[in-house]
């Protein structure tokens, strides 16, 4: 069972504020992913990282930003958010672990809606 | 160009009955394939995956997928459907630089 953790689950914020979603996992993996889901729709890949002070954008622009300061830990701001950012946040990771190579687990997700 | 196709937006069986879910993809080299189920308000869980070697893989929840590269295909089966197995599922290909393509998602409904 993969341990890869997101905080908040929900969050129900005002436009404008800044908000920080965690995203942590324990398995060591190198590489680490955000995506976003609107509901019924496709997964869209908005960041990712192959290590430590690695990170690139993904397919789907996005007007969040991350880092990547410790292997375990990737968080994704959002400076002002607006309706528009209302959606599902998943995080996952991959790593090289017992023959099985580039296999993404995932979080459980965050839920947020900006009104 | 690389794409996951999920031709089923929504399918409905009983409970008992048997289980088809299609995916087909276009890739230019030999494909990572995966199947991940998500439950409402939830994450995704890996159900199975293929990399190479037996075209018939085996997952959990007694799920399998067949790769058939003749078709482009790798769709997923369970002979018999639980009530707990109504969720979303998807399929993905790997493209090689560790960035996955998912499908639209097939939802499935399941009938007591």
């Known amino acids: 069972e993969a341990d890869i953790y997101q905080t908040p689950r929900y969050l129900v914020i005002g436009t404008g504020k800044k908000i920080t979603l965690e995203c942590s996992q324990t398995?060591?993996?190198?590489?680490m992913y955000w995506y976003q889901q609107d509901p019924g729709m496709e997964l869209h890949l908005i960041h990712y990282?192959?290590?430590?002070?690695?990170?690139e954008k993904g397919d789907l622009s996005s007007e969040s930003t991350v880092s990547r300061i410790r292997t375990e830990h990737f968080p994704l701001t959002l400076e002002s958010a607006r309706p528009s950012h209302t959606s599902q946040y998943l995080c996952?990771?991959?790593?090289?672990?017992?023959?099985?190579?580039?296999?993404?687990?995932f979080g459980p997700g965050t839920r947020l809606t900006v009104l | 160009a690389q794409s996951v196709t999920q031709p089923d937006i929504h399918i409905t069986v009983s409970e008992g009955a048997s289980l088809e879910l299609r995916c087909n993809y276009s890739?230019?080299?030999?494909?990572?394939l995966f199947w991940y189920v998500q439950s409402p308000g939830q994450g995704l869980q890996l159900l199975l995956k293929?990399?190479?070697?037996?075209?018939l893989v085996q997952g959990i929840k007694g799920f399998e997928a067949e790769f058939k590269r003749s078709q482009s295909s790798f769709n997923l089966r369970k002979p018999s459907v639980h009530w707990s197995d109504a969720a979303e599922y998807f399929c993905?290909?790997?493209?090689?630089?560790?960035?996955?393509?998912f499908g639209t998602g097939t939802r499935l409904k399941v009938l007591a």
């Open positions: 996952a990771s991959s790593g090289t672990s017992g023959g099985s190579t580039d296999t993404q687990y």
């Open positions: 890739y230019g080299a030999t494909p990572y």
């Open positions: 398995m060591g993996h190198d590489k």
């Open positions: 993905a290909v790997g493209s090689g630089t560790y960035k996955y393509i």
């Open positions: 990282s192959y290590g430590v002070n690695s990170t």
């Open positions: 293929y990399f190479s070697g037996d075209t």
